[in-house]
Every structure is written in C-alpha cells, then in structure tokens.
C-alpha cells in the first residue's frame, strides 16, 4: 500500500526526487504544494513535470480530511464534521467574536482522558490524527472563514477533541507547517496548544522551547476535586503539574493560561478561588472562567450569575487577570467539552 506523501520529510522526499533524476529545486516545489497551497490531488502540481506528478502518483497516496457536515449555531458558531480517509470521524469549530474568527483544531479522534465533564471522553480514542489531518482542519477552517465571516482565522486554539500532548509528535509537526514560511506562515503566537496538564509534555514543550501559547484546562486547584474530575491528576497532581508549569515558563518566557469551567457547587467556591489565586502564584498567568455547558447525562451544572461574580471579584481582588468566556455554539454541541461526533 503506497504511503501517503505527506508523512514524507524533507529529506526523504528529496531522496525520492533525486532517484527520478530531477534537480533537488523539485523537493521545494513539491513541499510548498503541500503545505503553502495545500494540494489534494498531484496533478495539481503544475509546475511539476508530467512525468515526475506521475511517478508521484504510482509511489504515493496524496489523502485528507474532507467536510462531512456543517451545523450553523444561533450565535453564528459552525462546527464542521471532518472525515478522515480511513472514514474517522472528527470535528472543529469556527468562532467569530468582536471582527476576529477562532479555529477550534482536534488532536485525536476521541480521547482516552475520561475527564468526568467532557462528551468526548465518550467516545474512547480511537486513533491520533496525522500531521497532515490536523494541518487540514486549518487549511479548511480557513477557507470557510473567509467564506462565512469575510475574513481570515485571527487564531487557533488546541481545544477540540482529544488530548495534544498524547499526540505530541505530529501535533508539533503540524505546527511547524502551519507557522513556518514553507507552510502557511502563521505566527506562533496566535497559536494555543491546551491541556489538561501532562507534566511530562509539558517538560517536553519546554525543552522544545515551542513559541505558542500553552493553556491548561485546570478546572480546580485541589488535588482530591481534580482527581475525581479528570482521572489524569492522580498520574499528574498540582505539585508536578506546577513544576512543568515554572520550567515552561523559565524556557519560553511565555505567560499561562488557565482554563477554569465553573460547576454550580463543586468548584464556584470562594475557598475554591482562594486556592485557584494560590496556585496561579507560581508563573505570570491569566484565567478564563468558562460556563459550563451541561452534557447530556452529566452531574455537573452551570454555576450561578451571582457565584461567577463573587468568584471573578475575589480573584480580581488578589491582581489576577481574569476573562469570562461566555459559552459559544451550545445549540449544536459545539461549546467546551461539548465535542463528541455527534455530526456523525
Ligand atoms: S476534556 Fe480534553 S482531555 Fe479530557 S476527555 Fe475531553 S478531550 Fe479528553
């Protein structure tokens, strides 16, 4: 079975052009069809010769991600079905807000991650996406952006389905086609990659020294209520997770975002802000306070006007950045933790 060309490299695509006796100049070419103009078919390829398109063709599979489905929301959210070529199944959301549009990219096709609040985590993971599928979402997304709301995406998040940092490798491979000047070009800093906190990708991007933004889905600073929320803080507790934290921050320079969904009772607290406020001490950060959304089946509620205000006010009153995030695309499942394929 012919590979698909773009899990190819540079380097291994330059070997394939010189052993058709072509000059190397054809592996730039190529490359920028791939990942500048986003080709899906070789014969695309028009400043190629015909016979190297066509020795292309006979060695490699040229495969994307296609829209199986759009649902437009009140608010004028869209999410979009993507299908993957073995028939998966996915899905990402545009967002405009305020002139500016954000692409909401998935990682994984489901997610093994479990969090207690998330549709998602019922689907199990079945498989990462490529480098080339995610890279797709953009490019897609991209098109539909300019076509719905006149404008180009102003930036991508890594908050859809699955967990990135369990797709470390062709998640960062993607992001170098989106942001270098062989790809799309797009700068790093409208780029967010989020997480619910593996230390030890998070080790990994600070080593890397990665130029995107990081975001953490914390949700609440004590152990016990985040271990009974998301199973993965029993591997990766606050005082780990702090410490990836402190050494992202040392090698990026780069501010924190904390992702923080308020559940009616369960962490809308002032105790439970005092202990957001002590953990948010250790890097320069913000917080997004998040509604959320209620899941089909789910215990969890949406926290009160008035418990969202004492909350935001205590933290406001210890210097910390706060934003709300009012909740997006709710009437077609398209908001936070909402994603779960169903457009399927
Ligand atoms: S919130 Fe994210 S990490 Fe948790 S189950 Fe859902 S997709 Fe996975």
Redesign the pocket.
Known sequence: MPKDIRELDDSEINSFVLAQGEKQFRTRQIMEWLWKKAANDFNQMSNLPASLRKSLEENFTLTGLSVNSEQISRDKTRKYGFQCPDGMLVEGVLIPSQGRVTACLSS?VG?????S?????SLKTRRNLSAGEIFDQVTILQDHSQKAYKTNLSNLVF?????PLLNYDNVLQAISYMTSEKGLGISPRRITL???GLTEGITRLANDRVRFYLAI?LHTANDEKRSSL?P?NKSNPLASLADAIKLFHQETSSRITYEYLLMKDFNDSIQDARELAEFCKITPCKINLIEYNEVEGSAYKKTTHERLQAFLDFLESKNLIVNIRRSRGHDIDAAC?Q?AGKSA
């Open positions: 994984q997610c093994p991650l479990n969090c609040f998330c549709a998602t985590a908050m859809g389905m699955g967990e989020s997480t619910v889905s998301m993965v933790g994603l």
